[in-house]
């Protein structure tokens, strides 16, 4: 290929880069719709609305309910058995976080078990204190609080 050759490929090349480039850049600043559908909620008794978890790695979006009753000195498994029991499950570590964020006068200033295990280590699971909002990973035969919460798919 010649000097001249070679230099026009390059430039068609550079011209189709910048043309992906203007396009990736046009869809970046564009505004985005995040539309939700008008919905009503039937809360039952003691329930409380705490909002909604936007869903993440192709799971769906979901209204967070948190159930009415709390588990006292129960173990991860033990508070898996309470949250069934109320017919919900217990709150994941995002929804621990809205509940703090939300509804945080409807818990103890103390430490409630979500319903995940720790990715490294199966002997923990992870907890939140509705104190100061931390959340923490420790042994799941500690004897800590439970909420359970139920979800509604949007």
């Known amino acids: 290929m010649n000097a001249i050759a070679e230099l026009e490929t390059i430039k068609a090349t550079h011209a189709d880069l910048a043309k992906q480039i203007a396009t990736l850049e ?20 003691g ?15 979901h209204h967070l309910i948190l159930l009415p009753g709390e588990a006292e000195s129960v173990t991860f498994a033990g508070a898996h058995e309470f949250a069934k029991k109320a017919g919900g499950d217990l709150p994941t570590r995002r929804e621990q976080s809205l509940l703090f964020a939300n509804l945080k006068d409807q818990f103890e200033q103390s430490w409630y078990w979500s ?36 979800r509604i798919t949007i």
Not at 27 to 34: C, G, L, V
Not at 120 to 142: E, I, L, P, T
């Open 47 to 61: 329930e409380e609305y705490a909002g909604i978890i936007l869903g993440k790695d192709g799971a769906a979006s």
């Open 26 to 45: 046009e869809a970046i600043t564009k505004p985005r719709n995040f539309v939700f559908h008008a919905q009503t909620i039937a809360l039952n008794p």
């Open 115 to 150: 319903g995940e295990q720790h990715a490294a280590d199966s002997y923990s699971a992870w907890f939140q204190d509705f104190d100061d909002g931390s959340q923490v990973s420790w042994r799941k035969d500690d004897e800590l609080r439970a909420r359970a919460v139920r």
